[in-house]
């Protein structure tokens, strides 16, 4: 299922530990006919191959990274500081970290001037990290919106089934 096609959506991610929780980014961005580019690269075993990512993302036609990692995860701010395109940061609850808020916090708390638009730890940010893309996507995009409209009315249909359902 990962790909290194070139796509307008990079999934990047610290570690091949991380995929089991980002495969549900990469799945809800499938679900809007998106296939994502897909890489592992950390900010801090592999900075070099970060920082020349960063910096011809846009030449490469990616419009929205995705950037998820655990413990003192810096990659979404490290690849926010060399580029002007929205990123969005998953932080990751990893097995030797501390639940998730390690990676939070070094995801969320960037200086003024170099935003991470930052999500959930673990499985529920993922999945919202592919739907904040596409929401990113489907202003220039009106297929992309009017998925968006479908995936929105059917959540809204399936609370309503659910509360129909109780007696
Ligand atoms: C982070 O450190 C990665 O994103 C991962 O969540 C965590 C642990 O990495 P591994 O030791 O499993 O490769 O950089």
Redesign the pocket.
């Known amino acids: 299922m990962p790909s290194k096609k070139s796509s307008s959506v990079a999934v990047v991610?610290?570690?091949?530990?991380?995929m089991d929780v980002m495969k549900s980014c990469i799945e809800q961005l499938g679900e809007f006919g998106i296939e994502p580019l897909v890489r592992i690269i950390?900010a801090?075993r592999t900075p070099d191959i970060a920082a020349e990512f960063a910096d011809n993302a846009a030449k490469n036609g990616i419009k929205v990274i995705i950037a998820?990692?655990?413990?003192a995860?810096h990659?979404a701010g490290a690849l926010a500081g060399r580029t002007t395109l929205p990123v969005i940061g998953v932080p990751?609850s990893?097995k030797?970290?501390l639940g998730g808020i390690d990676a939070l916090l070094s995801t969320v708390q960037m200086p003024p001037g170099v935003p991470v638009a930052t999500v959930a730890i673990g499985k529920p940010g993922a999945k919202n990290a592919a739907v904040l893309a596409v929401q990113i996507l489907a202003l220039s995009d009106e297929k992309l919106a009017k998925r968006l409209a479908d995936y929105r009315a059917s959540q809204r249909k399936n609370v309503i089934e659910k509360d129909s359902a109780i007696e």
């Open positions: 991610m610290g570690s091949d530990s991380d950390s801090h998820a990692a655990g413990m995860a990659l990751l990893s030797a970290g």
